[in-house]
């Protein structure tokens, strides 16, 4: 089991207000499988990825990435479970502008029992996975936004982590360049014993996932 979630809270205070956005959320995540979360634009699906990513804490509850309760982690321990055991993809991509796809890549890779070769070849490696090899010295602006979205999951895969989330991955994609980058998330789920979890609002379809669940009036349920 890579990931355990029992019993999430999440709700966001104004000065008179309680937002209550997330309740009672439970599930699990095992590798080799990816995961489907439906839900409307505002549903909370991007906070939900947060609190799995440790980057935000729950209310209450627990989320166990392997054996940790990520909420009761430090803030340095978390940064490296990021760094290296679990990957966010962001809508936005976050490739740094002024560098080529190539020194985004090694940027995304953190080990220093790597040498520089190493990691190259890893990249190199993974950009041919996602048949962008020969876009490796192009700069993120002179990018498709659907090759620009291939760029970010290899990189996020320069790590080889264990959970890998997806905001919305196919949301501003044309049809054609959607289904290429499912194809590729379900093929990593599979092949690579990935634990794969991906947000969308209907656009990704339901087939091509292990499991399914819709995110509705703060609540979550088995489709």
Request: glycine share 6%; charged share 20%.
């Amino acid at each position: 089991m890579v990931l355990k979630v029992r019993n999430v809270y999440k709700s966001f205070h104004s000065r008179h207000h309680e937002k209550k956005v997330l309740q009672n959320i439970s599930f699990t995540a095992q590798s080799g499988n990816l995961i489907l979360i439906n839900g409307k634009s505002g549903a909370g699906k991007s906070v939900l990825l947060s609190l799995l990513a440790g980057i935000e804490k729950p209310d209450s509850g627990s989320i166990y990435f392997n054996d940790c309760n990520l909420p009761e982690l430090s803030q340095k321990r978390l940064s490296r479970i990021r760094a290296t055991g679990i990957r966010l993809i962001f809508q936005n991509h976050n490739l740094i502008e002024s560098w080529n796809v190539l020194e985004n890549m090694i940027a995304g890779n953190i080990n220093n029992k790597m040498t520089r070769k190493e990691k190259i070849d890893l990249a190199f490696h993974l950009l041919t996975l996602f048949d962008i090899k020969e876009y490796h010295n192009y700069t993120p602006a002179r990018l498709s936004m659907g090759q620009q979205l291939r760029v970010t999951i290899a990189r996020a895969l320069m790590v080889k982590p264990e959970l890998l989330l997806a905001d919305e991955p196919t949301g501003e994609l044309d049809n054609e360049t959607g289904e290429l980058i499912i194809q590729h998330l379900t093929k990593l789920a599979h092949t690579e014993k990935l634990s794969v979890i991906v947000t969308s609002h209907g656009l990704f379809p339901q087939k091509s996932a292990d499991k399914v669940f819709l995110l509705k009036n703060t609540g979550l349920t088995r489709e």
